[in-house]
């Protein structure tokens, strides 16, 4: 199994354009969630999604976009980069909903914004 | 407040070192807790879950006190390969809404 995977690695914008961040994971999990870790701030959730068809926010979701239309795949869009959005995106996933559940992590995208 | 606190580090210590971090939360509607590693510039991942009696696994122990919302990991005989941001984890229920603390980093010196 691949687990988590990420792409792209690293990115840079410049304010105003649009991209999507590409998510992955081949465990047959039904959670999956976007987080944003900036220093000092721990990762913060952006969007998280239950399962295939079904998406809700997070702390942070504004300037975001989600959908979930496989239970593999799970794209975050930035519609108008902003130098705010600066920061490293780990995309999650853990098995269901049972509270115990670990998450796995993907190995990250930095994204700059200029 | 912060819904989850944690020590500001970082923490430096000599190998063999016993050395304790300390976490609070605020929502006493939190159901699980969990204290993940994070080496520097990867992605965060699991060390242990933290249960109500208290947990050990080897050279690590994490401790839960809910009456005052607080969660405690204690490493002995520190590594050099312990050297971590270590992250404090809160969730409700369902295992939804994972909320990360912002870390405190441990560098064990040789």
């Known amino acids: 199994n691949a687990g988590v995977t990420q792409t792209p690695k690293f990115q840079v914008l410049k304010t105003g354009q649009s991209m999507t961040l590409q998510c992955a994971q081949d465990?047959?999990?039904?959670?999956m969630s976007w987080y944003r870790q900036d220093p000092g701030m721990g990762l913060r959730l952006i969007h998280y999604?239950?399962?295939?068809?079904?998406?809700d926010q997070g702390e942070v979701p504004n300037g975001y976009n989600v959908s979930r239309s496989t239970t593999e795949d799970f794209p975050l869009r930035l519609l108008s980069a902003a130098p705010s959005q600066t920061s490293v995106y780990f995309c999650?996933?853990?098995?269901?909903?049972?509270?115990?559940?670990?998450?796995?992590f993907g190995p990250g995208t930095r994204l700059t914004v200029l | 407040r912060k819904e989850v606190e944690q020590d500001p580090g970082p923490f430096n210590v000599p190998e063999g070192a016993t050395v304790a971090f300390n976490c609070t939360y605020s929502?006493?509607?939190?159901?699980?807790f969990f204290w993940y590693r994070q080496d520097c510039r990867k992605e965060p991942k699991l060390l242990m879950s933290?249960?109500?009696s208290g947990n050990e696994d080897g050279r690590f122990t994490a401790q839960l006190n809910r009456a005052s919302q607080y969660i405690s990991l204690l490493i002995r005989d520190s590594k050099l390969s312990d050297s971590a941001t270590y992250l404090c984890?809160?969730?409700?229920?369902?295992?939804?809404?994972?909320?990360f603390g912002p870390g405190t980093r441990l560098s064990v010196l040789p």
């Open positions: 465990m047959n999990h039904e959670y």
């Open positions: 929502n006493s509607a939190s159901q699980s």
């Open positions: 999604s239950v399962g295939a068809g079904i998406t």
């Open positions: 999650a996933s853990s098995p269901g909903s049972s509270s115990y559940n670990e998450q796995f």
């Open positions: 984890v809160v969730s409700g229920n369902y295992g939804q809404n994972f909320v």
């Open positions: 933290v249960y109500s």
